[in-house]
């Protein structure tokens, strides 16, 4: 009788009688300010990563971290260039 209730239980769960179709947007994704490309971002964030340890779970810690580092680069060679 278990298995009956279990299986009851999770049909409830995967269909409610009263679910109404939920629309759901997306943010918009965050791109690199300092003009780096998604490849470059990418290949930082995947250093990043490797001296860090390769920890599990931080790759959006990884690809900010990243960013950052691409856009005070570019900001140095601006500010050495004027």
């Known amino acids: 009788m ?16 009263d679910a109404m179709p939920v629309r759901v947007e997306a943010e918009p994704l965050r ?6 490309t998604h490849s470059q971002v990418a290949q930082r964030a995947f250093l990043i990563w490797l001296t860090k340890g390769r920890p599990h779970g931080r790759d959006l810690e990884h690809w900010c971290e990243a960013e950052s580092q691409l856009k005070n680069e570019a900001t140095d060679r601006y500010a050495i260039k004027t």
């Open 31 to 36: 791109t690199c300010e300092v003009g780096a």
């Open 2 to 17: 278990a298995v009956k209730t279990r299986k009851k239980a999770r049909k409830a769960l995967l269909q409610p009688d």
